[in-house]
């Protein structure tokens, strides 16, 4: 819900099933991202006055407010993203669970709390708690456009900040539905919205925001941290990834490949935590790609179905390069391959045999297509699963080694005998390291990721030494060196 001028320019969204117009939105230039951005420290300093109890109170009536417009919400995802009417009911169900959390736990996580002061400091009480930054710019994807920005929404405004979001240009009449929503609830716009391309996304990293939280491709990731770095604002950046699941040769191969295929094809492949690759025992591989293929064949991508169209149209070109670098490199398509690819909508696709140094491979698809290589042991799997710049989620299938595989990966989170598990878990944080971001959303880790840490010190009683100041004599020197020796020198009977 915006507060200025309307935009002399203004764009469609359209339903990416159809082509056919959803709604359109303004196109707001610097001056206006800064005038909402400007409305909203006023709204920031009201909300953090409220307290953890005050907030606490108006998040749950947002809460209650979504969950009683839930159907003319999931219709409205359903439109502009193009993803099954179950599809979409599932992830609002899982953004309002992360609201509910964030309300609930804000004020055991955040406030201030004593910790110890050591033994050089023990006059002094120590005490620790974490603070709002104000406003919290959010730059959100298209792809969960109501779960992915909530997990910083969210907890940013648990935390006692304003937030000014910017949803994809695919999906702005949702940001916008959020926004107005919060308002209808609360009465007050500590949530608002600007929206158009990506100009509209740097004026607000631009715009003295606290922190700006991105999600989307590397790409546009490096393209907004440079934009914050002008004015030294600290980023979140959720960046994609190249999932890997490994299948170990005592899983359970039904189970497995129906999360692959679920991890692989589910919102059409337009998962950025979702499953791009498998490793596979070569003990089970045939019974795995066998079964894989079986569940996959009985899917369809098309309208009314359990596989919703393709959102971002530039993304079939990927999706068709992809495919056909793989089969040109000797992979083999078990299901699916280019026929699979059509204007709107991409058939799953299942992908044998493909080179390590495919584009498959190395990167993101981001469409219904998965690869399955078979390994000798799980070292050899971990190895492969590791082999690539990003590092956000995986999978590991099987039993007696199923948690020391998944301590190997590197990742940000790791789901056993499931997919994309630790994603519905309120108290986990998420996130990845490498060219999938850095910073985490969702769990005490998320609350605290739009804070920033105040420490207080208060004196209780004169020091024994007093070696912060000018008064200080020899004999204190000496009595403070004693002492070091005594506690954390050769003489410390505890040291090793």
Not at 49 to 63: A, P
Not at 293 to 315: C, F, R, V, Y
Not at 355 to 383: N, S, Y
Request: aromatic share 6%; glycine share 12%; charged share 20%.
């Amino acid at each position: 819900m915006t507060t200025v001028a309307p935009a002399t320019v203004t764009f469609d969204s359209l339903d990416p099933a159809t082509g056919e117009v959803v709604s359109s939105h303004p196109v707001h230039d610097a001056a206006q991202v800064q005038a909402v951005v400007d409305r909203a420290r006023i709204e920031a300093a009201w909300w953090e006055s409220l307290g953890f109890g005050g907030r606490k109170e108006r998040l749950i009536r947002w809460q209650k407010h979504i969950v009683g417009h839930l159907d003319e919400l999931v219709d409205l995802v359903h439109r502009e993203n193009g993803k099954p009417y179950g599809d979409a009911a599932l992830e609002i169900t899982l953004a309002i669970d992360h609201l509910h959390w964030a309300a609930g736990h804000a004020e055991k996580v955040l406030k201030r709390r004593r910790v110890s002061p050591g033994l050089f400091m023990a006059n002094q009480a120590a005490s620790v708690a974490y603070r709002p930054l104000g406003v919290v710019g959010v730059i959100g994807p298209w792809n969960y456009p109501v779960f992915t920005p909530m997990g910083s929404i969210a907890y940013a405004l648990a935390a006692g900040n304003a937030v000014v979001f910017k949803p994809s240009e695919h999906t702005p009449a949702i940001g916008e539905w959020l926004a107005t929503s919060f308002v209808e609830a609360v009465g007050r716009p500590v949530l608002q919205v600007v929206t158009g391309f990506g100009e509209t996304g740097a004026a607000l990293c631009a715009a003295g925001v606290g922190k700006v939280a991105f999600t989307g491709s590397p790409g546009t990731a490096r393209r907004v941290m440079a934009a914050c770095a002008e004015t030294l604002t600290p980023v979140l950046m959720e960046a994609g990834g190249k999932d890997a699941m490994i299948v170990d040769e005592d899983a359970d191969i039904v189970a497995a490949a129906d999360a692959a295929i679920w991890g692989a094809a589910a919102n059409a492949g337009q998962t950025c935590a979702g499953v791009e690759r498998v490793y596979v025992h070569e003990r089970v591989y045939d019974a795995f790609v066998r079964e894989l293929s079986d569940q996959a064949t009985g899917l369809a991508a098309e309208p009314g179905g359990k596989l919703g169209p393709i959102t971002m149209p530039s993304q079939i070109d990927i999706i068709r390069r992809h495919i056909d670098d793989a089969l040109a490199r000797g992979g083999r398509a078990m299901v699916g391959g280019p026929e699979a690819v059509g204007e709107r909508y991409v058939q799953p696709t299942v992908l044998v045999d493909v080179p390590d140094d495919a584009l498959a491979i190395t990167e993101e698809t981001f469409g219904p297509t998965v690869t399955v290589t078979k390994v000798r042991d799980m070292a050899d799997a971990v190895a492969r699963a590791n082999a690539t710049t990003y590092g956000l989620g995986s999978t590991v299938f099987g039993k007696a080694r199923a948690m020391e595989t998944a301590e190997q990966l590197r990742a940000g989170m790791t789901a056993i005998n499931g997919v994309l598990t630790f994603a519905g878990v309120p108290a986990l944080p998420f996130g990845g390291i490498g060219d999938s971001g850095f910073g985490r959303i969702h769990g005490p880790d998320g609350l605290k990721e739009f804070t920033y840490s105040h420490a207080i010190t208060r004196q209780r009683f004169k020091p024994a030494l007093a070696l912060t100041t000018f008064q200080r004599t020899e004999k204190t020197e000496e009595r403070a060196g004693k002492l070091i020796g005594a506690l954390y020198g050769r003489g410390n009977k505890k040291s090793p």
